[in-house]
């Protein structure tokens, strides 16, 4: 960890300075961790609930933070969990599969006022969907979030040669699904 996050991360820690520290964790990672979860969960309206999930976890488990990875990929963690737990909760409420409902989000994406993506963004989000659950994580983190395979290694506790065939394979079924759509 950096001497800036450790700062962070013992003051996050300190009762008379939590609150405190916990605006300036929100600052630092509420933007990078919304565009994780959005493209996750795919809506805005969801991408809002479940980053505010994530911070109400970690300001209730900041203590248990040990340091043994770095603070953005505990909180990337923990934003991965809720997102997925998120997905699974809305598929289980309305007695649909997981598949199901991400084409659902999917088809919603075109008239979410939030998106501002044209055709070809839509084709690449219907193609990601078509991945299996770990391959469209490696492949939204790395493609869109550029995150080196070393961070997605601490963040999905993966090895990184693991997240690079992934990738690749990910690339692949995506390029595949592109042409033939």
């Known amino acids: 960890m950096s001497e800036t996050e450790t700062l962070l991360v013992q003051q996050l820690q300190s009762e008379s300075q939590k609150n405190a520290a916990f605006k300036t964790l929100i600052t630092l990672y509420k933007e990078r961790l919304y565009w994780h979860i959005r493209h996750v969960v795919k ?28 603070l953005y990929s505990w ?22 599969t997981n598949e199901d409902a991400q084409d659902l989000a999917i088809n919603n994406l075109q008239s979410d006022v939030y998106f501002e993506g044209e055709d ?10 078509t991945l299996p659950e770990k391959q469209q994580l490696v492949f939204n983190m790395k493609y869109f979030q550029d995150l080196k395979y070393s961070e997605l290694s601490e963040i999905l506790d993966t090895s990184e040669g693991a997240l690079k065939a992934s990738y690749h394979l990910a690339s692949k079924k995506i390029e595949a699904y592109l042409k033939a759509h």
């Open 43 to 70: 809506s805005h309206d969801d991408a809002d609930d479940v980053l505010q999930n994530t911070f109400i976890k970690v300001f209730k488990n900041i203590n248990k933070f040990k340091g043994d990875s770095q």
């Open 75 to 96: 909180l990337y963690r923990i934003a991965t969990n809720e997102a997925l737990t998120h997905l699974k909760r809305n598929a289980k409420l309305k007695n649909i």
């Open 120 to 129: 070809i963004q839509i084709k690449l989000q219907k193609a990601i969907a």
